[in-house]
């Protein structure tokens, strides 16, 4: 049963269980109980599963550690502490590992001097194992074993499967996963889920802990957390405390109007307005989308403040060699940086000391993640998180408003979880059949108690076990041998193979490896692009590369072929792969936003009534509001729809050069976007048999083709109970299909990176997944590993739930579909069809672009 702490426990109860050496340390060190504390440290001590929610600061971790560090304290000092491990703390990150170690041995050797005041030798040790422990220092751990393990989901995996780790936990009494909310959103999680359940076979009942930042829903968090025993969802507290920092947050324009103006004067104020910001401050953390825009905003602060930033600015992100990024968090914590850049890599935990202001250059695309982001300022419990957001644009500066809206009001964007990812059961079933035999039986029941396999069909597992056990022996001629024995008999597996536990060991996890891919017309080569991008292009595709455009025609192992493109402008943005997709919810509350503007310009309410509205509503400035008022009331006097959760509009504008245009203003997400996209362009090319060009972005997409493509009949013969057919159909011969199918090969070891000693690069892996996908195509369209990478793509790296969810409002009449022409793109419309012309275009042409679209519509509404 999942339930909600209500109650905190007393100073005294709390101060009753606790050592008085651990006392002394404790209040020598702090003032008193903070109110995760008060909360959780008795619920641990009375070995109750509990998810901690709290801010960044809010700690979280000693109170996951206090009651464990008294019982070994206790242990010690009666001599009758084992040689074994006690606890398991999983971390996400290597850096947030060394992090704990340091921060845990500071304490435990002040704890050791106390001790020796009253004579006590205090033995409690702490060991990291992680991908960067050495061989020797694994050897050590096995002489003298931690008594407090510190490691990773990939690690705790390995000393599972390792036999003489392995015994070291059979007692392990508990497991700390800090982080959850990163680890349970990705196939890591589903791995560590399945991990847990191995754990709970050595130690029945052992305590889980999970500490979480700003996240919901808590109860499915928890869920994952715990899992099942006898189809029923084990007890789990949860203590919600995330909300008990203040902030101080706005949402900040650099200039009073964000459409009439050009690049230089934006640009200028901007970086005018971070340097002021900065220059108030002690510290400043500043939070970019992508990777290039980190170095291009520390490039252009140094350029235009050289007297100002010099060597107390830096650069964070996960490009960055391990020993710069060390480097710049160790002079962050020493307070050597006033300001520091990064993408995403500092928004989990690293200590990097005291933060005053976190500014946001642009949205961080869903409520939760923005509240983290800012938590990282007043990295303590008592003190404020200040955060300031940038807008540059009037979608984003609406999108930031609601947001800030709802994380002042505490509505969280829900999580997504992965479930039933075939190749992470592949990779574990060898795992486990490596550690033991076990009955086939008892094994679909270990799986089952995950919260990520409560729902897998017998028919699944048996074709995991099938393939695994060698049943498919077409696929021996591509080198894919069995990896377990099964005896059909009596039911057992195990081991197959000497070299099983080897293979395992050098192959195990679940981040895929990614490298560039090089682009080639015929044998020249042009450049390179990353995976990620690739992925998302479909043959006749256009982007730019070195200020050039190209057409994609296929792409072989890490080979891009293109042609030249003279006519064409791009349709993918070359920065498409490192953009974060906005939340389904924060959307939603988006659109809500759009529908109450539009009641009120139906309702002929006056400029200063609608101006008190968004004052009201909204937390934003005398500028923004007037801002946000403007644009709307454009969009309304051009069209007199403006497109909300109730209302879906779908713009046809026919432009003399470049065809007919359908707007379609889907402010649902680009991952919800990608899926709807993707489906009408495919039942377009199979009514007509020709096809169409679509771009996409959070708030719409938009199809182009001749003047007699009839994208909307297209679009009116899509049923929700058929969507996902159609869209499997719709990725079946795609780049994001294959490469994605890499990944899932290579996590189920189809293909192994490692083998005998030897690494296979990325290249040889691709091209060896590329036959292979062939080969399995052939065998069974059904097969295993291909079914999860259509899962993969359709689920979590778009959303066809919600997407389904969509389809069927409309043909409930719950979302009505509106269809215009125009001469002109509406306002709402003007960065959807921007998405055709951003890389053509420099920023300051994109800027003057949107201007002159903006003339055009005011004097069409003005005549």
Same mark, same amino acid.
Request: with cysteine; charged share 30%; proline share 3%.
């Given at each position: 049963m999942?339930?909600?702490?209500e109650?905190?426990?007393?100073?005294r109860?709390i101060?009753? =269980?606790?050592n008085?050496?651990l006392?002394e340390?404790?209040f020598?060190?702090?003032?008193?109980f903070?109110i995760p504390?008060?909360?959780?440290?008795?619920e641990i001590?009375?070995? !109750?599963?509990?998810?901690i929610?709290?801010?960044?600061?809010?700690t979280?971790t000693?109170?996951a550690f206090l009651?464990i560090l008294?019982?070994l304290l206790?242990?010690?000092?009666?001599n009758?502490l #084992?040689?074994r491990v006690y606890?398991?703390y999983?971390?996400p990150l290597?850096?947030?590992?060394?992090?704990?170690?340091?921060?845990?041995?500071?304490p /435990?050797n002040?704890?050791?001097?106390?001790?020796?005041k009253?004579s006590?030798d205090i033995?409690i040790?702490?060991g990291?194992?992680t991908?960067?422990?050495s061989t020797?220092?694994?050897?050590?751990? /096995?002489?003298k074993?931690?008594?407090?393990?510190?490691t990773?989901?990939?690690?705790l995996s390995?000393?599972?499967?390792s036999? +003489?780790?392995?015994d070291?936990?059979?007692?392990?009494?508990?497991?700390?996963?800090?982080?959850?909310?990163?680890?349970?959103?990705?196939k890591r %999680?589903v791995?560590?889920?399945l991990?847990?359940?191995r754990l709970?076979?050595?130690n029945?009942?052992?305590?889980r802990i999970g500490?979480?930042a700003?996240?919901?829903p808590?109860e499915?968090? &928890?869920?994952?957390l715990? %899992?099942y #025993?006898n189809?029923?969802?084990?007890?789990?507290?949860?203590? *919600?405390?995330?909300f008990?920092?203040?902030m101080d947050l706005?949402?900040?324009?650099?200039?009073?109007?964000?459409i009439n103006?050009?690049h230089r004067?934006l640009?200028h104020?901007?970086?005018s307005?971070i340097?002021r910001?900065?220059?108030?401050?002690?510290?400043t953390?500043i939070f970019?989308?992508t990777?290039s825009a980190t170095?291009?905003?520390?490039?252009h602060?140094k350029e235009?403040?050289? +007297?100002?930033?010099?060597e107390?600015?830096g650069?964070?992100?996960?490009?960055?060699s391990?020993?710069?990024?060390?480097?710049?968090e160790d002079?962050?914590r020493?307070?050597?940086?006033? =300001?520091i850049?990064?993408?995403?890599?500092?928004?989990?935990?690293i200590?990097?000391?005291?933060?005053?202001?976190?500014?946001l250059?642009?949205?961080?695309?869903?409520?939760?993640?923005?509240i983290?982001?800012? %938590?990282r300022?007043g990295?303590?419990?008592?003190?404020?998180s200040?955060?300031?957001?940038i807008v540059? *644009?009037? *979608?984003?500066?609406v999108?930031?408003?609601v947001l800030?809206k709802?994380?002042?009001?505490r509505k969280?964007d829900?999580?997504h979880?992965?479930?039933?990812?075939?190749d992470?059961l592949?990779?574990?079933?060898i795992?486990?059949a490596?550690?033991d035999r076990i009955?086939?039986?008892?094994l679909?029941?270990?799986?089952?108690?995950?919260?990520?396999?409560?729902n897998?069909?017998?028919k699944q597992f048996?074709e995991i076990?099938?393939?695994?056990?060698g049943k498919?022996v077409?696929?021996?001629y591509r080198n894919?041998?069995?990896k377990i024995w099964?005896?059909?008999?009596?039911?057992m597996?195990?081991?197959r193979?000497?070299?099983?536990?080897?293979?395992?060991?050098?192959?195990?996890?679940t981040?895929?490896?990614e490298s560039y891919?090089?682009?080639k017309i015929g044998?020249?080569?042009i %450049?390179?692009?990353?995976e990620?991008?690739?992925e998302?292009l479909r043959?006749? *595709?256009?982007f730019?590369?070195?200020?050039q455009t190209y057409e994609?025609l296929?792409a072989?192992?890490?080979?891009?072929?293109?042609?030249?493109?003279v006519?064409? $402008?791009?349709?993918v943005?070359s920065?498409?792969s490192e953009?974060?997709?906005?939340?389904?919810?924060?959307?939603?509350?988006v659109q809500?936003?759009?529908?109450?503007?539009e009641?009120?310009?139906?309702h002929?309410r006056?400029?200063?009534?609608?101006l008190?509205?968004?004052?009201?509503?909204?937390?934003?400035?005398?500028?923004g509001?007037?801002?946000?008022?403007?644009?709307f009331?454009?969009?309304y006097s051009?069209?007199?729809?403006i $497109?909300?959760?109730?209302?879906? /509009?779908?713009e046809?504008y026919?432009?003399?050069e470049?065809?007919t245009y359908?707007?379609f203003?889907s402010?649902f997400g680009?991952r919800?976007n990608?899926?709807l996209s993707?489906?009408?362009?495919y039942?377009v090319s199979?009514?007509?048999?020709?096809?169409v060009?679509f771009s996409?972005n959070?708030?719409g997409?938009?199809?182009r083709?001749?003047k007699?493509? !009839?994208v909307l009949? &297209?679009? +009116?013969m899509?049923?929700?109970?058929e969507l996902?057919e159609?869209?499997?159909?719709a990725?079946?011969?795609?780049?994001?299909?294959?490469?994605?199918?890499?990944?899932?090969?290579?996590?189920?070891?189809?293909?192994?990176?490692?083998?005998?000693?030897?690494?296979?690069?990325?290249?040889?892996?691709?091209?060896?997944?590329?036959?292979?996908l062939?080969?399995v195509?052939?065998?069974n369209e059904n097969?295993s590993?291909l !079914?999860?990478?259509?899962?993969?793509?359709?689920e979590?790296?778009?959303?066809i739930g919600?997407a389904t969810?969509?389809? +069927?409002?409309?043909e409930?009449g719950?979302?009505?579909?509106?269809?215009v022409?125009?001469?002109?793109p509406? $306002?709402?419309?003007?960065?959807?069809?921007?998405?055709?012309?951003?890389?053509?275009?420099?920023?300051?042409d994109?800027?003057?672009?949107?201007r002159r679209?903006?003339q055009?519509?005011?004097?069409k509404i003005?005549?």
């Open positions: 999942i339930s909600l702490i109650k905190q426990y007393s100073e109860e101060k009753a =269980v606790l008085p050496i006392k340390w404790f020598n060190t702090f003032k008193e903070s504390q008060l909360y959780g440290v008795m001590h009375n070995k !109750q599963n509990i998810l929610s709290a801010p960044t600061g809010g979280k000693l109170t009651s008294n019982e206790t242990l010690s000092e009666h009758i #084992e040689d606890c398991v999983i971390s290597k850096a947030l590992s060394r992090d704990i170690e340091k921060n845990l041995q500071e /435990l002040e704890i050791k001097e106390i001790a020796k009253y006590k033995a040790r702490i990291l194992r991908g960067d422990t020797n220092d694994k050897s050590a751990m /096995l002489r074993p931690p008594h407090i393990l510190i990773t989901p990939e690690s390995i000393t599972l499967t036999i +003489k780790f392995r070291l936990m059979r007692n392990v009494k508990y497991v700390i996963i800090d982080e959850v909310h990163a680890l349970a959103e990705n %999680g791995h560590l889920s991990s847990m359940e709970e076979q050595l029945p009942g052992f305590t500490l979480s700003t996240i919901a808590l499915e968090v &928890a869920r994952f715990v %899992g #025993e189809e029923k969802e084990r007890n789990c507290k949860i203590v *919600d405390v995330q008990i920092k203040k706005k949402v900040l324009s650099p200039v009073p109007d964000l103006i050009n004067e640009h104020s901007m970086y307005l340097d910001l900065v220059q108030e401050h002690k510290t953390l970019t989308n990777r170095e291009r905003v520390v490039h602060l235009k403040f050289p +007297k100002k930033y010099t107390n600015i650069a964070h992100h996960g490009s960055l391990k020993s710069l990024r060390h480097n710049i002079r962050l020493n307070g050597e940086l006033k =300001v850049v990064c993408s995403t890599s500092l928004e989990l935990g200590d990097i000391g005291y933060i005053d202001l976190v500014i250059l642009g949205s961080p695309k869903s409520i939760a993640r923005g983290q982001r800012i %938590g300022s990295h303590r419990l008592h003190e404020t200040n955060g300031r957001i540059l *644009d009037r *979608d984003d500066l999108e930031n408003a800030l709802n994380a002042i009001e969280i829900n999580i979880i992965p479930k039933n990812c075939l992470v592949a990779q574990q079933i795992g486990i490596i550690s009955n086939v039986e008892d679909f029941k270990l799986v089952k108690k995950s919260y990520c396999y409560r897998l069909e017998r048996d076990i099938d393939y695994l056990a498919y077409s696929l021996e894919i041998y069995a099964h005896d059909e008999d009596n039911g597996i195990g081991r193979g000497k070299l099983g536990r080897v293979i395992f060991m050098t192959n195990v996890g981040i895929p490896e891919v090089k682009v044998e020249e080569p %450049g390179s692009i990353d990620g991008f690739l998302r043959r006749g *595709d256009v730019v590369l070195g200020g994609f296929y072989r192992g890490q080979t891009a072929q293109v042609r030249t493109s006519n064409r $402008p791009p349709t943005p920065w498409f953009m974060l997709p906005l939340s389904f919810d924060l959307a939603l509350e809500k936003f759009r529908r109450l503007m009641e009120r310009f139906v002929k006056t400029k200063e009534e609608i008190r509205f968004v004052d009201e509503y909204l937390y934003v400035d005398k500028n509001a007037n801002a946000i008022y403007e644009y009331k454009e969009q051009y069209l007199k729809e $497109p909300n959760d109730k209302k879906l /509009l779908i046809v026919k432009d003399p470049r065809g359908f707007i203003h402010l680009r919800v990608d899926v993707r489906v009408i362009a039942a199979r009514l007509q048999h020709r096809d060009e996409i959070d708030n997409f938009y199809i083709g001749n007699d493509v !009839q009949r &297209a679009f +009116k899509i049923k929700s109970n996902r159609l869209a499997k159909l990725i079946d011969k795609t780049e994001i299909l294959k490469r994605r199918f890499r990944h899932c090969a290579t996590r189920a070891f189809m293909i192994l990176r490692t083998y005998k000693g030897r690494t296979k690069g990325v290249g040889r892996q691709q091209v060896a997944s590329t036959i292979l062939n080969a195509r052939q065998l097969f590993i !079914q999860e990478a259509r899962r993969e793509v359709l979590d790296l778009m959303d919600n969810i969509i389809i +069927k409002a409309i409930n719950e979302i009505m579909v509106k269809e022409n125009t001469n002109l509406s $306002p709402f419309a003007f960065n959807i069809v921007l998405q055709g012309y951003s890389d053509v275009l420099k920023i300051e994109k800027i003057e672009f949107l679209m903006h055009k519509v005011m004097a003005n005549t």
